[in-house]
């Protein structure tokens, strides 16, 4: 085909048709070059960000080791606090930012483990060389906790154990430890009685019914209480009726003191008991007795039957077996009393038999003395007979045997 242009009209027509051609071809190699060289760029500056999410891949991560022993005050009868439940829930929370600074994930690494069958937990937690922090949290608990009741009974309540979280800062970093031993945790146990709170205690409480004997709280919130009416129990721990100021007080058959009643002619009647623990000027653990009684013997003089008043008050200082008592203040008696509880009912029937007379004799108004016995021959008489507990009464007083 031939073109002719006559007139310069066309010729600048065509010119201008080539210019659009060219234009559009430089446009689209400058698009390309220009997608080309940001999808280098992204391409390049993903490789060198790494962005944390769970779960974190933590194996070839070194490891730091936490650990711990829990406890908690389940039996309120004794003084040492009890291993904490087994499979308890223990949970270790890292920050995920904590792995990687330049990371904008969020959220936080979970490590858990359990308590075995002795309270113990041992965890190990992932870390890096700018070094993480640790949160520690631990799962609460209910059961059921010994108290004790008056002084011999026992009871259970239910309560709820908490215990609060735990922060470590650095784990990983320079000079830290491989291993944080959290050593000994307790349980803190929050009352779960729901009238809590919502009256003022009284100072005075009395029970009735089946329990005979009435507590008195001190003056002051936080004193001890001191019991006194109590039945008397069988044995105690008298150091630690000392540190409580605890009296006790009632009466006792006299017909369950064997050893007494052989001696008797009558095992009928009461002694009046009474016991006070506590704690002297220098800290020895103290115990006061008064007993009262009447007992029925065969009197030496008339051979009638005598109503005779026993007893009487005695202080003892409790220590431990083998200890030197000559430290011990003038006027009390020493009573060795080991880890084993003190037995009462064996004190009291020994200071009875202590107390029975050697001679046992009405008053003199009151004897009648067979007709043709002469007052010299009884007395003289008397004196030889004697206590088999005598002995027994000058070993007990003496502070050297």
Known sequence: MNFRYNDRFGKFKLMNIFAEILTKNLMKKVVIYAFAAVTLAFASTSCEKYDVSEPLEVSSLPKVTIKGDMYAQLDKTN?????????LKVTVSIPLSDY???????GNHFVTTMTDENGKFSVQIPVVSSGVNARISFESFTASVLEEVGL????????LFELSDKSISGLGSGNSQKLIDLGSLEYIAT????????????TSITYSGNLTYAIKRKAG?????????????????????????????GELPLRQFSRVCELLTDTAGQVQVAFEFSRDEQKVAVVRLKLESEVRMICQR?????????GGEYLYAIVKPGTDALHLPEGYDVLEVGEEPLELMTLIEDELLLSLP???????????QPAGLLESETSKNAVKRSNPFSVLAQLKRDPNV
């Open 221 to 249: 919130v936080f004193q001890t209480d001191t019991l006194i009416y109590a039945p008397i129990p069988p044995h105690v721990d008298p150091r630690k009726f000392a540190d409580r100021s605890i009296s006790l007080a």
């Open 191 to 202: 009352s779960t009685d729901p009238n809590a709170g919502s009256f003022t205690p009284s």
């Open 79 to 87: 003084s040492t606090l009890e291993n904490a439940p087994k499979d």
């Open 152 to 159: 011999t009974g026992v009871s259970e309540k239910t309560s």
């Open 358 to 368: 050697i001679v046992p004799m009405h008053p003199p108004e009151e004897c009648q």
């Open 302 to 310: 008339c051979l009638d039957e005598a109503v005779i008043p026993v």
């Open 100 to 106: 990687n600074p330049n990371s904008n994930a969020s």
